[in-house]
């Protein structure tokens, strides 16, 4: 597989004569500067292209050309935004990159409660607790209903919770699950917004009476309006798991499990509608077995993200080592090494570790653990393929 990086581009404290030391051969990034839902242009993707290519790499992915809310929930000026989408992925043809990697989650890109939770080496990691994630639902956003989707040991834990939460807790938990996580991905909160919680309740009415059916109808319209142009320029659309792999916040979620998976690509059944196979994202899930659906669906995955997580017995996950896990990443290397050596990959939300901490790297993106978990994958590629 091809090794890449995720990288934020020229802001980016991880610079590209850096990641060509560490042995990265591609080049995972994005136009962050764009607004969501504008044209990509040209002359905008080429000046980046030029400024990867200067330093000795490639772009090989984009990740992400945002799917505006719109689009997901069927607005009336989504035909306008799918327009705008169908132009920027022909200009990204014409310049020569093909794959990108996008989301259908509604409102929330990827939701963690805790970014520096620490482990007994003195690393830290990212870390979802089920009861922080009720409190905040319950107690901080305090959405209608929200009681009805947990069950009474957790609405009981995060009542006692609240007895012993600081003004300071719940601002750490809305920084970590609405902003932190979702400002510097091209998301719909940023951290120059004054009041974030408002924001985010307005967000999630956007989607009040949307069902799961009609957001996967909303996904089908989507992708059959961009597959003339993805046959035309050849561009492969690899849409990525939900983050958790559950249902969150009243929100339908459709990228979670095989069955989700199956529907997508059956729903559009064209090559160049393909899959981000994230193994974290995947393994977050109990419902899911991680080698399994790489052996099921290696042929149409476009992108790989690698990484593990750990389930605990009360419902929390855990950022795993890339090792370890229940993903299964040795499995999953061997798999598609064999069925689909070509496709890119990545590794993904590394450990925070040796300095990490203090240099202001994006969430879950911390140079020396991904480093770590590159040179670990690196290894294990080179295992499987002898």
């Not at 009474?152 to 600081?166: C, G, K, R, S, V």
């Not at 925070?352 to 294990?380: E, I, P, W």
Request: proline share 4%; glycine share 6%; aromatic share 10%.
């Amino acid at each position: 597989m091809e090794k890449t990086w995720r990288w934020f581009g020229p802001n980016d404290p991880i610079t590209l004569q850096m990641l060509r030391q560490i042995g990265v051969e591609g080049i995972v990034t994005a136009l962050h500067d764009v607004p969501n839902g504008e044209v990509w242009t040209v002359e905008a993707i080429q000046k980046l292209k030029e400024t990867i290519e200067f330093a000795g790499l490639h772009w090989s992915v984009v990740e992400s050309l945002p799917v505006c809310e719109a689009i997901k929930y069927g607005g009336k000026e989504r035909d306008a935004l799918i327009e705008n989408y169908q132009k920027s992925l022909a200009h990204l043809g014409q310049c020569g990159i093909h794959t990108v990697c996008y989301n259908f989650m509604p409102v929330l890109d990827w939701a963690r409660t805790e970014l520096d939770h620490p482990w007994p080496d003195g690393s830290t990691s990212l870390y979802f607790s089920k009861v922080k994630f009720v409190y905040f639902d319950c107690y901080i956003l305090r959405r209608e209903g929200a009681e009805q989707d947990y069950s009474a040991e957790e609405l009981a834990a995060a009542a006692e919770m609240d007895q012993t939460m600081t003004d300071a807790d719940r601002a750490i938990l809305i920084d970590n699950i609405i902003v932190k996580t979702q400002g510097f991905v091209n998301g719909n909160i940023s951290e120059k917004d004054h009041n974030p919680v408002e924001r985010f309740r307005q967000l999630l009415s956007l989607y009040k009476g949307i069902t799961r059916e009609q957001l996967r109808e909303n996904m089908r319209y989507f992708l059959e309006a961009i597959m003339p142009v993805c046959r035309e320029w050849n561009m492969r659309m690899c849409v990525h798991p939900d983050d958790p792999p559950m249902q969150l916040l009243g929100l339908p979620r459709i990228v979670t499990c095989d069955e989700d998976i199956e529907w997508i690509l059956n729903a559009v059944n064209d090559w160049h509608n393909g899959l981000t196979f994230c193994c974290g994202s995947l393994s977050a899930g109990r419902q899911n077995d991680v080698p399994a659906l790489a052996r099921k669906y290696a042929k149409r995955t476009h992108f790989v993200h690698l990484r593990s997580t750990d389930i605990l017995p009360n419902g929390d996950f855990i950022e795993a080592d890339h090792l370890h896990g229940r993903a299964n990443l040795i499995e999953v290397c061997r798999i598609f090494e064999k069925q689909n050596p070509d496709v890119p990959m990545r590794v993904d939300h590394g450990r925070t570790m040796l300095g990490d901490a203090d240099k202001c790297y994006n969430a879950g993106y911390s140079f020396h653990g991904r480093m770590m978990g590159l040179a670990q994958m690196d290894g294990v590629m080179a295992a499987v393929k002898s």
